[in-house]
């Protein structure tokens, strides 16, 4: 009989536990924002804040209008805290060989086949350095919502 108050204690004691976690994972502020290119919506871009004390990153991709919201693993925002902030544009798949041209016993043929159709693509990062390889963007996170907008210049 003296074990059921125990087990019952240590049952309590669990499921105060969990309750806690939530979720898992550090506390999130959502995050939202335009980004824009010399004053111009920036479609197709990826957005992603790494916190400075370290952790998970979150991130998001601008729509035709150049907005985003960030995403943390499954949750909705970014980890509360100071960020390193990455803008890079997300590369389209163009096919720059039109494979009906092309006799299907040519060397060549096999080539854009083993390349996806997408060889000799080269691609130009219209975004500066300064925001991505080299991003010198810092944000701040808050807890609730955040309106972050980056207005990022080629000069």
Known sequence: MKCKPLFGAALIVAS??????????????????????????????AVTFMPVEGGGSASGITDANGNYELNHTTRKGAPI?????AVTTVQQSQ??????????????????????????V?????????????????????SGKNVINLELKTS
């Open 95 to 120: 096919s720059t060989v039109d494979m009906s041209q092309i006799p299907s016993d040519s060397p060549e043929y096999a080539k854009a086949m083993a390349e996806g159709g997408n060889y000799n």
């Open 16 to 45: 105060v536990a969990l309750a806690g976690c939530g979720d898992g994972g550090p506390p999130l502020g959502t995050v939202t924002g335009q980004v824009t290119l010399d004053g111009k919506p920036s479609p197709n871009v």
């Open 81 to 85: 805290g100071k960020h390193k902030v």
């Open 122 to 142: 080269q691609f130009t990062e219209p975004i500066p350095e300064k925001y991505n390889k080299k991003t010198e963007l810092e944000e701040e996170v808050k």
